[in-house]
């Protein structure tokens, strides 16, 4: 996957999760993300050659989940995540548009169109009732990796001009 749209996945993440009021965390920078992701990718290679050492084990959890490590694209984790909503129902959830109000003016303005980014990041909360349909499922994929490559990186992190900040 490439890097910097993991990035932007974290933050959209991190996003949802704070407008959920649904434990955050910290949001990281993109080099503070980096460093953690590179830590936990040398822990899994240790804690592979260590056959599951449960210290490693619990150290990688833990990044995982300050990273939202998969929050997108693992359906057990959006259907765990989903199950513990409350019923309220969110404006940021109904609609593409809806969930757009996690974006900067300016992030919404680098979308190719209006709803795209929330269409993305809504279509992956649709995986985990497709999982016992394998070609829905299959189909809902190929929806999100078109959806990917037209959204592009809109976040205002990777559009700084150097030096300002």
């Given at each position: 996957?490439?890097?910097?749209?993991?990035?932007?996945?974290?933050?959209?993440?991190?996003?949802?999760?704070?407008?959920?009021?649904?434990?955050?965390?910290?949001?990281?920078?993109?080099?503070e993300?980096?460093?953690?992701?590179?830590?936990?990718?040398?822990?899994?290679?240790?804690?592979?050659?260590?056959?599951?050492?449960?210290?490693?084990?619990?150290?990688?959890?833990?990044?995982?989940d300050?990273?939202?490590?998969?929050?997108?694209?693992?359906p057990?984790?959006?259907k765990?995540?989903?199950?513990?909503?409350?019923?309220?129902?969110?404006?940021?959830?109904?609609?593409?548009?809806?969930?757009?109000?996690?974006?900067?003016?300016?992030?919404?303005l680098?979308?190719?169109?209006?709803?795209?980014?929330?269409r993305?990041y809504?279509?992956?909360?649709?995986?985990?009732?497709?999982?016992?349909?394998?070609?829905?499922?299959?189909?809902?994929?190929?929806?999100?990796?078109?959806?990917?490559?037209?959204?592009?990186l809109?976040?205002?992190?990777?559009?700084?001009?150097?030096?300002?900040?």
């Open positions: 996957m490439n890097p910097f749209r993991e990035y932007q996945d974290y933050v959209m993440a991190h996003r949802l999760r704070e407008a959920l009021d649904f434990y955050p965390g910290k949001l990281y920078s993109l080099s993300y980096a460093t953690l992701r590179l830590r936990r990718s040398e822990l899994v290679r240790k804690l592979v050659g260590r056959q599951g050492d449960p210290a490693l084990l619990s150290r990688i959890e833990q990044i995982t300050d990273l939202n490590y998969g929050f997108w694209s693992n057990g984790l959006l765990a995540f989903l199950r513990r909503l409350s019923p309220v129902q969110y404006p940021v959830l109904c609609s593409p548009e809806g969930f757009e109000a996690l974006l900067s003016n300016t992030e919404r680098r979308l190719k169109k209006p709803g795209l980014a929330g993305y809504l279509g992956w909360l649709r995986l985990p009732e497709l999982l016992d349909e394998p070609s829905k499922f299959e189909q809902a994929m190929l929806e999100q990796e078109h959806l990917a490559e037209e959204l592009g809109f976040l205002d992190e990777f559009h700084k001009v150097a030096g300002s900040g």
